[in-house]
């Protein structure tokens, strides 16, 4: 089967970029070996960044900052049906979110002062994080904080984002069998379909490396960043939110359902090296107390789950500050976004990567598809996780 474009890879980047190719009239196919968004898409907290934790005092990554700045305007219009892809069927949980300095710290007077910092520099900022009277602050922060602001940074629901992506191109996407996968070149084989694309497109996650040693092409391009993420279900407020430390973002709190937290942050970083989790679940329980000490945990569940973020190589190890697409072979793009809020700005990139060799659609005159079924959608991360109360 020939085709213009063969992407591998269905989690937020790979739906992006098969919806940019297919908007511009090219045959293009989506093939994803498990459930879409299965790796980093699911497990994500939706929040759509606009560089606000980016400016803060301990993290001044402001390359990020330009990066992301015009991404929460960027999705708005998509998610309100005014830009192509039109994502009205995604579920918008938070139209903004929180900063919050954390109450009975000692230093909370000179964490303040890191915080200034984003202020002093909002005019990069697309979003101006704005103070509110204790009057406005949200019921989980009440008795907890010494400051509240707020940020207009949406956070939407990932498995809607996924299923509303997917369902504009649903005949284009398949899941198939990649053990049976063999390349010779640029075609693949799986079982006894060829498919003969002009480029191939990699935004498999972490799966990219895999694929890119089956195509030869070498360089071990990308890294992985585990986070350890807490969490909690019960009788809980919706929050979203940063709790900043030390100027960073210790605590990122998203409520994704009713009843349940997801709890990323530097705590998260901190636990992905525990390997008892006994250990990791006390220890997040003592640092969310120690920043939401008037929140009543009785009645509520912890769990954890471990996922693994996948980028680009960088020299340091430390998160790049944009999206990355390259064509590491030719017709060969391999991509990552580095966070879910990029994905828009990834699929312009390979778009242009792709299209200085493709030019146009070459006007196969039929689109013959293969015959595998549509993958699901994947699961949740609270939906298996083994929930401990919380004590
Ligand atoms: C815990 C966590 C929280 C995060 N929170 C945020 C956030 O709030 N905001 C934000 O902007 N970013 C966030 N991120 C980052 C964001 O999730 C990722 O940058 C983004 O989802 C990456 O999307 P992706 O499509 O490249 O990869 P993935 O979502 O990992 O998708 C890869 C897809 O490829 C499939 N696949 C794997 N191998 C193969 C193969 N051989 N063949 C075919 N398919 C294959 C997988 O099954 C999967 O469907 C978070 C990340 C993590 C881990």
Known sequence: MRLDVLIFGGGAAGLWCLERFRRAGYHALLLESTALGAGQTIAAQGIIHGGGKYAL????????????KAMPSRWRACLAGNEEPDLRDA????ESCYLWLPK????????????????????????????????????????SAVAVYALAEPVISTGSLLKALAARHD???????FAALRFEERSARI??????????????????????????????????????MVLLRG???????HCIVGGKTQLTITAPE????QIGGEIAERLAGE?????????????????????????????LYRAVRAEARTADQRRPSGVHAGELAPGIIAAWPTKLSMAPVLADEVFALAEKNLKQPAGYPHHPLPPWPPPPIARYPWENAEWIPAR
């Not at 002093?120 to 704005?130: C, D, F, N, V």
């Not at 005949?171 to 069998?177: E, G, L, P």
């Not at 060829?194 to 498999?204: E, G």
Request: aromatic share 6%; charged share 25%; proline share 6%.
């Open 57 to 68: 005092r301990g993290v001044r990554d402001f390359a990020a900052v330009s990066a992301t």
């Open 91 to 94: 579920r918008v949980l938070s």
């Open 104 to 143: 009975g710290s000692a230093l909370a007077r000179l964490q303040s002062l890191g915080f200034m910092s984003v202020v002093a520099k909002a005019g990069l900022l697309s979003t101006r994080p704005k103070r509110l009277p204790a009057s406005r602050w949200p019921e989980a922060l009440r008795g």
């Open 171 to 177: 005949k284009y996407i398949h899941r198939y069998d």
């Open 191 to 228: 079982g006894d379909i060829s498919l003969d694309p002009r480029t191939i497109v990699l935004t498999a996650g972490e799966g990219n490396a895999e694929l890119l040693v089956r195509l030869g092409v070498g360089g071990e391009p990308m890294q992985r960043r585990p986070l350890g």
């Open 235 to 241: 009788d809980l407020p919706p929050l979203f939110g």
């Open 258 to 261: 009713k009843r349940i937290w």
């Open 275 to 303: 390997t008892d989790d006994n250990a990791a679940r006390q220890f997040a329980l003592k640092e969310i107390h120690a920043r939401l000490p008037a929140l009543d945990l009785r009645n509520t569940e912890i769990a």
